[in-house]
């Protein structure tokens, strides 16, 4: 037989071209249709199986090119008995494509497909269980539920990984098997593979999400399997686990006493807010415990961090929310840059990734910041994406940053894309709206493009001019004369509605233009839009009521062609309009109130970010794209407001197991892999760092004897050598801490000597946090020669004094470096408010006693921290940096080696029981202008000994923040100072005259007034100058008068002047005036010292 000609045709109509029959005898023209498949039928009947093989290749490309291949259904399925592997394969290839379609004939081959379950090849019983499943008639259901429980105790992965998918389909034919398919499921996540991994937590999603106990026992497993599961497994995985840690770990941000950061508030009350949230999380901390982060939940965020690399868009997506829902807020800025990254992906995925921006940057603005030049608009991105970019480019929109935005919106306005020039000029609208100080320039700039020649641009900034003039309308009646010109001129209704509102609503402002508009309105109402008619109609009733004798018989006449207008609404509003404002018998009490109903003061409109609100779906999700719940969505859980159990998460292991050592592994410093993110705390800490009880190290264990490749042998000797080195240093340190030792450190002695003795017996099954601890310090030859060298660095580093340090025992042979041996429930290291001599340098203590701060005094000198009232922030917790925490405050001191700079004082506390060492500043990311100045690298910091350090940075005289990172030989932390607006300024000496001089130049927009009432308790001279004083770094300036307070400062970067009068009255009355350059400085100056008198 000759298959040629078929082969041909079929080829040939691939093409979606007509056959043509080139010789008459071929038939190409007239063969019929049933006999299409003829000779591929033939060829499936053939003894030969490489027949049959060809066959099935060319009816499988047939399925691959979108063909219908169904009428071969019954020659196919004949072959599944075939005993030659790989026509078995694409024959079960094509069941699985057509078995729901042609049901009764796959029925008559089930038990092919069951004796296929039971094939010695893996493939072959996958796919028949794969084809098993596809057959959807509820008779065979015990037998798939049969065919799943075996498949899912197989010994080959992809059988297993095929069982998994199997689920959902037998749960969707039959929701009465769920109680059995969960065994199946329980038994499945127990699976140690990664090939079955992401399969089977999909069927949990779909069968059961709601059972969160099936993965307790799984938690860390996943989470160590995570980076080797295959793409989809590891979205799919991810996303469960952001919903499992939601409902297992206390919220990181509980005790977060920053503000968090809102784009969409007026920038003037950015800081009082700060003020007022600063003083309600001051009164909520001490009544919480100090937030400690389960060590489970840093499993997870450590595990998932290095998938930001991964090449798979959905992979990386999935990661930022996972960081974004459950990360502290300083971990939170490394998905950034990951998702900067995607932005030079496919327009699909630039979609997908810039709706989630959007919204992330509506809480997180700090964390765009840096990269806002990615968000620039390409002339060659499609229009969606260009709106999405103006929403993100809006939300970062601040102070610092609005010149360069307002900038880049100029250029988008000549774009030749209409809707992306209106999504630009609503754009300008917001910005005006959230920075009140571009108000006025965003408003001109609007102005001016009314003398557009496009008509859409006109009409979309009359829209947004209208919005604008709500908020200061009285200011601004010549904007209102110039749009009233335009009415004649511009066509596009929405606009002419907006102009024919601005002119009714401040018709006072325009009282001989607003009744020549109506006119010209009356001449073209049956001609106007709906929308048009209405704002008519309501212009005549406002005029009537304001300016009745001009536009008495102008509004009868309008109001009679609304009567009988053919829009109901039309001529419902005409026949209220009327019974309102012309009084009748019949009318009733409300024309008694016409005026105050149309003419009431309306709230100015609050133009936000159309994201404002979906971060209340799970970002990634296709609910939060399309901002509404789709089918088959799972809220994302609350906080619980106490942690559940960890020791749920305990997994008990067998006898046999013998835990593997890692320090071959943790040898191998790991890179971070972004060089602006902050690196990864130890490369393998993961769920070592928990507290060492029994079965938790049982559990780790488990993990490392699954992963581990290391001998026994060479992980013993490390051991011991490693036990050797720590007994001498414990022996040296020892003598040291007999003198300094009180009954708390006793206390923790006595838990660490229990706890080492546990070791002991346990001998080899020695819990992996101790390993690593040991490889660390046997890692670098210079630990191991003592301590005698660090003694030397500790005398020449500056060091003011020492931290009670952490306990160590005497006795004990190796000692376990753990964060969780942290006393983590007890309140953070604060500065000293009077220092003792034997705790400062001598030199030191001679320098601080001359200082006093009075109110006699001109303040010549600065208020130091260790004399009490310096407010110190922490800029790094002992927890999320493993035992270093740092804190820091100003000092009010010149910073010596430029006195523009702002100096900041840093003190750093090692609460862990190792040495960081090389303790510098890197990469700093600042706002354009901002400077910053590093202390000198610290060597080497000490178990329980403070370092502190001055750092200098010039803020520009703006409280934007300064973003950093703080680096150690392994580690990288990211830092952000942010400064109070009172700490930009260094004190002014001058006298009365001078002050009232300089003052006097000062005048009109640069001096703020506010009148205040004081408290009983600052009311004298000492509590005012206090409060004043410990606000803003300023100099007390002499006065005669004894109720009036003068007080005066420069900014340290730009030198601006500020001034500040504080005027007594009878009553507790006062007023308080600044006069400032910058009236930014002098607005925010003015709310925080009103804030601190009437506290």
């Known amino acids: 037989m000759s298959s040629g000609p078929a082969y041909n045709d079929e080829k040939g109509s691939s093409l979606g071209e007509p056959e043509y029959g080139h010789d008459p005898a071929s038939g190409g023209i007239f063969s019929s249709d049933y006999k299409r498949h003829d000779d591929l039928k033939e060829m499936l009947d053939s003894n030969k199986d490489s027949l049959k093989l060809e066959a099935m290749k060319r009816i499988v490309a047939m399925i691959a090119r979108g063909k219908n291949a169904s009428e071969l259904f019954p020659a196919v399925v004949k072959n599944v008995a075939c005993k030659n592997i790989e026509v078995k394969k694409l024959v079960y290839v094509y069941l699985v494509r057509y078995a729901e379609e042609q ?318 020039v209106a999504a630009t000029i609503q754009a300008i609208g917001r910005c005006a709206t959230n920075i009140d100080e571009v108000r006025d320039t965003c408003l001109n700039g609007l102005v001016q493009l009314l003398s557009n020649r496009d008509e859409l641009v006109v009409a979309e900034s009359v829209v947004v001019i209208k919005k604008l003039l709500q908020m200061q309308p009285s200011q601004h009646s010549d904007i209102i004369r110039h749009m009233a010109k335009l009415i004649d001129n511009i066509m596009v209704p929405m606009a002419r509605a907006s102009i024919l509102w601005l002119i009714g609503e401040y018709c006072e402002h325009v009282p001989t233009i607003a009744p020549d508009v109506l006119r010209k309105m009356a001449k073209s109402f049956t001609n106007e839009e709906d929308i048009v008619k209405l704002q008519i109609t309501n212009l005549a009733a406002k005029l009537y009521l304001t300016n009745s004798k001009q536009t008495k018989l102008l509004t009868q006449y309008v109001l009679n062609l609304a009567k009988y207008d053919q829009n109901y609404d039309i001529r419902d509003r005409a026949r209220f309009i009327r019974q309102l404002i012309v009084p009748t018998e019949k009318s009733g009490v409300l024309s008694k109130y016409a005026k105050k109903l149309f003419l009431a003061q309306k709230p100015a409109p609050v133009l936000e970010s159309s994201f404002k609100d979906r971060d209340h779906f799970q970002l990634g999700s296709l609910s939060h794209l399309l901002n509404s719940k789709a089918g088959g969505y799972q809220e994302l859980p609350d906080w619980p407001e106490s942690a559940p159990d960890p020791s749920v998460r305990n997994v008990e292991v067998s006898e046999w197991t013998k835990p593997i050592g890692r320090e071959k592994r943790k040898e191998k410093v790991e890179k971070p892999f972004y060089s602006d993110s902050e690196g990864e705390s130890e490369p393998t800490e993961s769920a070592d760092s928990q507290s060492p009880t029994a079965s938790e190290s049982e559990s780790m264990s488990e993990i490392e004897s699954e992963s581990g490749s290391e001998n026994d042998e060479e992980s013993d000797e490390e051991t011991k050598s490693d036990k050797e080195r720590k007994k001498k240093a414990g022996k040296e340190k020892s003598k040291k801490q007999d003198e300094s030792e009180d009954s708390g450190q006793s206390e923790g002695e006595e838990k660490t000597v229990k706890k080492h003795k546990e070791e002991e017996e346990s001998s080899s099954s020695s819990s992996s946090s101790s390993e690593e601890s040991s490889s660390e310090n046997s890692s670098s030859e210079s630990e191991s020669e003592g301590d005698s060298e660090l003694d030397t660095g500790k005398k020449s580093r500056k060091t003011l004094f020492t931290a009670k340090p952490p306990p160590r025992p005497l006795e004990t042979k190796q000692k376990e470096i753990s964060l969780l041996d942290l006393d983590d429930f007890s309140s953070p290291t604060t500065f000293q408010s009077s220092p003792s001599p034997n705790t400062l340098p001598k030199s030191l203590n001679l320098d ?106 010039d803020f520009c005289d703006s409280t934007q923040a300064a973003n950093f990172q703080l680096c150690s030989q392994t580690r990288q932390f990211y830092m952000s100072i942010q400064p109070p607006v009172g700490e930009l300024m260094m004190p002014v000496f001058m006298t009365e005259n001078t002050f009232k001089k300089e003052q006097g130049k000062l005048m009109g927009m640069n001096e703020i007034k506010e009148k205040l009432t004081l408290p009983e308790k600052c009311r004298n001279d000492q509590a005012i100058v206090q409060k004043v004083l410990s606000t803003a770094n300023l100099g007390r300036v002499p006065c005669g008068l004894d109720n009036e307070y003068r007080f005066a400062a420069r900014t340290n970067s730009g030198g601006a002047l500020v001034l500040v009068t504080l005027v007594t009255k009878e009553g507790g009355a006062a007023q308080l005036t600044i006069n400032c350059e910058k009236m930014v400085i002098g607005t925010m100056m003015v709310k925080d010292i009103m804030q601190a008198l009437t506290q």
Request: aromatic share 6%.
């Open 103 to 420: 049901q009764d004939l796959a029925l008559l081959s089930i038990s092919t497909f069951q004796r296929g379950l039971k094939d010695p090849n893996q493939l072959i019983r996958a796919s028949a269980l794969r084809v098993l499943s596809s057959i959807r008639v509820t008779i065979i259901v015990p037998i798939m539920m049969l065919a799943i429980k075996e498949a899912a105790s197989d010994m080959s992965p992809y059988v297993r990984k095929t069982a998994a998918h199997a689920i959902p389909k037998l749960y969707s034919l039959d929701q009465d098997q769920k109680d059995q398919l969960i065994e199946v499921i329980e038994k499945l996540l127990a699976d140690k593979t990664t090939l079955v991994a992401g399969s089977v937590v999909m069927a949990f999603e779909e069968v059961c999400p709601e059972r969160i106990d099936l993965i307790h026992k799984n938690y860390r497993k996943l989470c160590n399997l995570l980076i080797d599961v295959e793409e989809w497994g590891q979205v799919v995985i991810i996303n469960m686990l952001t919903r499992y840690a939601r409902t297992q770990f206390l919220n990181p941000n509980q005790n977060e006493s920053l503000l968090e950061e809102n784009p969409e508030k007026a920038f003037y009350g950015s800081d009082e807010e700060e003020s007022k949230q600063g003083e309600m999380d001051a009164a909520v901390l001490p009544k919480r415990k100090p937030y400690v982060m389960d060590p489970d939940h840093r499993l997870l965020l450590r595990n998932t961090k290095p998938l930001l690399q991964s090449r798979n868009a959905a992979v990386v997506m999935a990661v930022a929310q996972l960081y974004f829902h459950l990360a502290p807020k300083a971990e939170v800025g490394v998905i950034a840059k990951a998702l900067v990254r995607l932005l030079r992906s496919h327009s699909e995925v630039q979609f997908v990734v810039l709706q989630n921006v959007a919204s992330m940057s509506i809480k997180r603005r700090g964390m765009f910041e840096p990269h806002l030049k990615s968000f620039y608009i390409r002339s060659t991105d499609p229009t969606q994406i260009k709106v999405l970019k103006l929403e993100v480019l809006t939300n970062l929109a601040s102070e610092t940053n609005i010149s360069t935005i307002l900038r880049e919106f100029q250029t988008y306005i000549k774009s030749q894309d209409k809707d992306f």
């Open 848 to 953: 601080l006693q001359g200082l006093t701060l009075t109110d006699t005094t001109l303040l010549s000198e600065v208020s130091s921290p260790l004399l009490g009232g310096m407010k110190t922030y922490e800029l790094l917790h002992r927890i999320t940096g493993e035992g270093l925490s740092v804190e820091y405050y100003f000092n009010r001191r010149p910073f010596s080696p430029d006195h523009t700079m702002v100096s900041v004082q840093m003190q750093f506390t090692n609460n862990s029981e190792m040495e960081f060492r090389n303790l510098r500043i890197a990469e700093p990311k600042l706002q354009s202008g901002m400077r910053l100045q590093g202390f000198k690298e610290i060597a080497i910091l000490q178990p329980g000994e403070v370092i502190a350090d001055t750092l200098g940075i």
